[in-house]
């Protein structure tokens, strides 16, 4: 009876303890390295727009997010204007690293980090 019942666990586990595959969602960050922002960002991509608030110097927001579709880049509406990054977003592929966006503001405007966006896992 005792075995039973473990198996009977065991077969349970994942749905007890959340799905025993889960998929990573890609994030957007954006890090103000200039003066302050006190209008509201927002960043377009893989068929949705998320939305930051003002940011002050230094700061920085991450938020998470699922692609629905591709696209060839990500768009950063920032003081009145739409700034075009080239950051492709994959569907197909939405736990990739590839599909993190990391977006520094300073004042020359916003850039990509260099540093931290990954082609790949």
């Not at 377009?44 to 002050?56: I, K, N, S, V, Y």
């Not at 197909?92 to 966006?117: A, C, F």
Request: aromatic share 4%; hydrophobic share 30%.
């Amino acid at each position: 009876m005792g075995t039973l019942r473990t198996w009977a666990l065991l077969a349970l586990a994942p749905a007890l303890w959340g799905c025993a595959e889960s998929v990573r969602s890609p994030v957007v960050s954006v890090t103000n390295t200039g003066q302050s922002v006190t209008e509201p960002l927002g960043v377009q991509l893989g068929g949705e727009t998320l939305r930051f608030g003002p940011l002050r110097p230094g700061e920085k927001q991450r938020v998470s997010y699922h692609p629905s579709a591709d696209s060839a880049g990500v768009g950063l509406d920032y003081g009145g204007q739409t700034a075009q990054l080239d950051r492709p977003i994959s569907a197909q592929e939405p736990g990739s690293l590839g599909n993190d966006v990391n977006i520094l503001l300073d004042e020359r405007g916003p850039r990509l980090d260099p540093k931290k966006n990954k082609e790949r896992n």
